[in-house]
């Protein structure tokens, strides 16, 4: 990331140059970096609400994929945020997204075993029954890492809040 990229501000926590470098150029909300990262995909990496919201403010793609198919929800998911997890999912993130290898947000929360995260996507509709390209499931990813916990919500989950089409 070059010294004043819209995406490192992102991850840094800068909400003044991310403010300035939109204000001079709009588009930059959606730039990728060489990863296919967009300011969302590193602002999720972190537990800097207010960066999110303020790069929900100006209207970003929520479903970009980097380069490997990852969505900013995913990548917020994996990462254990779930106050960005949550912000993502009330600002419309797709709970059920995939990225290239079919899995969702909901894999990636029964791979860390993160039962907050798990049973807010799947109160936001998430697909407990979504299969991977590797045909597995989020229970398989549970019960690989022992989280007896997160076996218990996906064998008798929330009941999913349904959001208006």
């Given at each position: 990331m070059s010294g004043l990229s819209i995406h490192k501000?992102?991850?840094?926590?800068?909400?003044?140059?991310?403010?300035?470098?939109?204000?001079d150029d709009p588009k930059l909300i959606n730039?990728?970096?060489?990863?296919g990262r967009t300011p969302l995909h590193w602002a999720a990496t972190t537990s800097?609400?207010?960066?999110?919201?303020?790069?929900?403010?100006?209207?970003?793609?929520?479903?970009?994929?980097?380069?490997?198919?990852?969505?900013?929800?995913?990548?917020?998911?994996?990462s254990g945020r779930i106050e960005i997890v949550n912000e993502l999912l009330n600002a419309g993130a797709e709970a059920s997204a995939t990225n290239e290898k079919g899995q969702t947000p909901l894999h990636y929360a029964a791979s860390k075993g993160n039962v907050p995260i798990g049973r807010l996507l799947i109160a936001k509709g998430a697909d407990i029954n979504a299969k991977d390209r590797a045909s597995q499931f989020p229970l398989h990813r549970a019960a690989t890492t022992g989280s007896t916990s997160f076996l218990q919500i996906l064998l008798n989950p929330p009941k999913a809040v349904r959001r208006p089409a």
């Open positions: 501000a992102a991850l840094e926590g800068q909400p003044g140059l991310v403010r300035t470098l939109l204000s730039a990728k970096d060489d990863d800097n609400l207010g960066m999110t919201q303020l790069l929900l403010s100006y209207s970003p793609d929520i479903e970009a994929r980097d380069a490997v198919g990852w969505t900013p929800l995913m990548v917020a998911a994996a």
